[in-house]
């Protein structure tokens, strides 16, 4: 059967109809070292990446994990709980181990602190962690007075909602000795609107940490590739 490499709900019914071509470990990775990596389709790298004992299981999977998600960064970024069902415990470790990595890369070399200069780089760094992500995020960076990022915090949701509790972001903000404070969400559905919700909580955050004497310097919506500031329409 087409689907007996993934193993999670409701996996069997979207991959029925799918006509596989399952990738050719061997001849990705002799492409990827003749020609560079950039050579390579999306399920072939995954595949590369993946590569084990059973070639033939790892480019069948790759090709299905593409084929169910739809993209590189919902696999990334799907929660590790739900990835181990749909893919099994190895893959699920090798992709968790390839998500460090990227957030480790982001964080700057030699441990050194990102520098949130501007816009497009706060954007980037929040769009690389919630980007395609099947539920919703809550995110809070934590940074010094020159906008350097000491420390961040995340709690998943459901697909249409993530708890924020005001006092633990106080709380942390005053632990990391932060001067400001950025939050950020995502919507799965990509939509682009703010909920009432949304600028409410935003609103509770900025009065809870202007009581430490801490800014929140910017809430931004994360929508697809999009990123949205609250500060920039005027919501926060």
């Known amino acids: 059967m087409p689907y007996q490499c993934l193993t999670g709900p409701g996996v069997a019914e979207m991959l029925t109809q799918f006509d596989y071509n399952a990738i050719n470990v061997g001849d990705a ?23 084990g004992g059973d070639a033939a299981h790892v480019g069948r999977l790759a090709s299905e994990l593409i084929h169910y998600y739809g993209s ?14 749909v893919a099994g415990a190895e893959a699920a470790t090798t992709i968790g181990l ?25 954007h980037t760094y929040l769009r690389n962690r919630m980007a395609g992500r099947s539920v919703e995020l809550f995110m809070a960076l934590f940074l010094d007075n020159r906008n350097g990022l000491i420390c961040e915090t995340c ?28 939050v950020a ?9 703010p909920s009432a919700g949304d600028i409410e909580m935003t609103r509770r955050l900025k009065e809870g940490l202007a009581t430490v004497d801490i800014g ?8 697809g590739d999009e990123a949205i500031s609250f500060t920039t329409k005027g919501l926060l």
Do not use: W
């Open 216 to 223: 929140l310097l910017d809430h931004v919506l994360i929508a």
């Open 98 to 122: 390839m998500r460090q990595l990227i957030q480790r890369v982001g964080r700057g070399p030699d441990q050194e602190r990102v520098q949130f200069n501007d816009y497009i780089r706060l």
């Open 155 to 182: 709690s998943e949701g459901s697909i249409a909602h993530a708890p924020v509790y005001v006092r633990n972001v106080v709380h942390a903000a005053l632990s990391s000795g932060s001067a400001r404070v950025v």
């Open 72 to 85: 590189l960064a919902r696999i990334i970024n799907d929660p590790p709980e739900h990835l181990l069902g």
């Open 29 to 51: 990775v002799a492409r990827a070292s003749a020609q560079g990596p950039e050579a390579l389709t999306d399920a072939e790298l995954l595949a590369a990446l993946l590569r």
């Open 185 to 193: 969400h995502c919507h799965p559905s990509a939509s682009k609107n």
